[in-house]
């Protein structure tokens, strides 16, 4: 057997191994440059619109832009009803649910709520008073009871507000928006522009 073949393949794994292992310096590391921001884009939307389904203003109102809550996030979370405390939400019991109902009033009776998805995200140039961004399709159901589900569908402009994504537009999609825009980066792009 030749120890020659051996012996080289040896040494260029050896090198190979200590190349690797100074690659591992930081001024040797090769930057990616930047990153996609969509899936960011579209794990903000969700998490936006699962809050407000629920009435969780406290997340919501920390996930919308400045602009949009027309203060700080204490003034958005006064600005809407009581919030989750008095509302035991859709899955709560029947017995917490008629409590719940005398001392809350109208709002006490929630839907069911189904999954929050959230879809074709899209740049989206600034218009009229709102930053450019990107845009999401947000689709969830609900269900009030003894009545047939309904589809939601929304349009969300996000923009980066001190690091985060942050909610400055909603736009209700209605089936005549989807019928004349049936692609969806269309749709959301064309939504979001169109007035300001």
Not at 29 to 34: F, L, N, Q, R
Request: hydrophobic letters at 40%; one cysteine or more; proline letters at 8%.
């Amino acid at each position: 057997m030749n120890r020659r073949p051996v012996r080289m393949t040896a040494a260029v794994l050896a090198a190979f191994f200590l190349a690797a292992g100074c690659a591992d310096k930081k001024e040797d590391k090769v930057d990616p440059g930047p990153t996609d921001p969509k899936a960011a884009v579209l794990a903000a939307a969700r998490a936006y619109m699962e809050a407000a389904n629920r009435d969780d203003w406290k997340t919501a109102c920390g996930l919308t832009s400045e602009r949009r809550r027309y203060g700080t996030v204490e003034d958005c979370i006064a600005n809407h009803d009581e919030g989750p405390a008095a509302d035991p939400g859709p899955s709560a019991s029947a017995s917490a649910s008629a409590s719940a109902s005398a001392s809350a009033g109208p709002r006490a009776e929630r839907a069911d709520m189904g999954p929050v998805e959230a879809s074709a995200a899209v740049e989206v140039p600034a218009v009229g008073k709102h930053p450019a961004g990107y845009g999401a399709l947000v689709t969830y159901t609900y269900t009030w009871p003894g009545k047939p589900t309904v589809t939601e569908r929304l349009v969300l402009r996000l923009i980066n507000e001190g690091g985060t994504w942050v909610v400055d537009q909603r736009e209700s999609v209605r089936p005549t928006d989807t019928a004349q825009q049936p692609d969806s980066l269309a749709l959301v792009r064309s939504l979001l522009t169109a007035g300001g």
